[in-house]
């Protein structure tokens, strides 16, 4: 099973014909779906299949028909067509959660971010994409406050209210978009009077929103967030095979167990067959032992009989004389 890294991905999904602003954004999201493993493949509650390197759903067979998409041209092609298409990058719940930055190396968080600011603003980005963007412009006022705090505060504000209202609808979360944009209004002015200190209010506010960024991630995925978290397919084979080898181990263990009481059973009848033998042995030889005496008696008694008679004849015939 091949593992490809952050930059190959990159330079797999360029060659397979997809737009080179997507690709780093698209290699994060390969790598949060299946950790780079090309083999990798997790069945869902519903009965399809997530394959490959963008954990392709086998839903989308009509897309591969034909074709191995366990192979990484072939898998990166049907990405290519999702993420042209539809949903866009909102096919994938690592993007729309925000699970994907968290696969993204240091060295091309910037690059991965500009990406994020390009899609929202082409209306493919779903709902991390416009928080992330807004975000990101918000936070370039805290790194670059001499670029002019009331235009650029303007502008990330403008960007964020945006970015929300696109991705956040229902009748619900209206009053969350009105809230960002209300908030946004009087930051500006706070700023512009306040200066420096406004700057400070300026990063509570951001921690807020980093926290609601979680809690809108979570909402937008719900279970399917549980995905992002699945053990890769080799770990997966490899826990298989140990948990099997301790099935086996244990397997023998028993039947030799079962063995050596088979035989210890063996070994006590044998025993007692062998003692039974002897005590039936000893029995017969008493009793022939007793005929043979009884016999020797009673030819005794026959031939002393006569003698016997004679001795009382005698005796009776003195006695009348």
Do not use: C
């Not at 790598?31 to 780079?36: C, D, M, P, R």
């Not at 963008?54 to 067979?61: E, G, H, L, R, V």
């Not at 039947?255 to 005590?279: D, S, W």
């Amino acid at each position: 099973m091949a593992k490809y890294n952050f930059k190959q991905l990159e330079n797999l999904w360029t060659r397979n014909g997809g737009e080179k602003k997507l690709a780093p954004v698209m290699a994060a999201i390969a790598l949060a779906e299946s950790g780079g493993y090309t083999q990798a493949h997790h069945t869902n509650s519903d009965g399809t299949v997530d394959q490959g390197l963008w954990q392709i759903n086998s839903s989308n067979y009509k897309l591969y028909k034909g074709h191995n998409i366990y192979g990484v041209n072939e898998n990166t092609k049907v990405a290519i067509r999702l993420a042209n298409g539809g949903k866009g990058l909102g096919n994938w719940t690592t993007y729309t959660s925000g699970a994907y930055l968290k696969h993204t190396p240091s060295n091309q968080k910037g690059a991965v971010l500009a990406a994020t600011h390009t899609i929202s603003k082409s209306g493919g980005g779903g709902v991390t994409g416009g928080i992330v963007t807004g975000l990101h412009d918000v936070t370039s006022v805290v790194e670059n406050p001499g670029a002019g705090i009331a235009s650029l505060v303007g502008q990330g504000a403008s960007a964020a209210g945006g970015a929300v209202g696109g991705a956040v609808k229902g009748a619900v979360l209206g009053p969350v978009e009105q809230g960002l944009q209300w908030f946004g209004m009087r930051i500006v002015f706070a700023l512009i009077i306040m200066g420096g200190a406004g700057l400070i209010l300026l990063g509570l506010l951001l921690v807020g929103a980093d926290l609601g960024l979680a809690a809108f991630g979570a909402a937008q995925a719900g279970d399917k967030v549980k995905k992002v978290y699945r053990i890769p397919a080799a770990r997966r084979a490899g826990k298989t095979r140990e948990a099997r080898a301790t099935e086996l181990h244990g397997q023998r263990v028993r039947m030799g167990e079962a063995k050596v009481k088979t035989e210890q059973a063996r070994a006590t009848e044998l025993r007692t067959r062998t003692r039974h033998r002897a005590a039936l042995a000893k029995q017969s030889k008493a009793a022939t032992e007793r005929a043979q005496k009884q016999a020797y008696y009673q030819g005794a008694s026959d031939a002393a009989s006569p003698i016997m008679s004679n001795i009382r004849k005698q005796r009776k015939g003195k006695k009348a004389a």
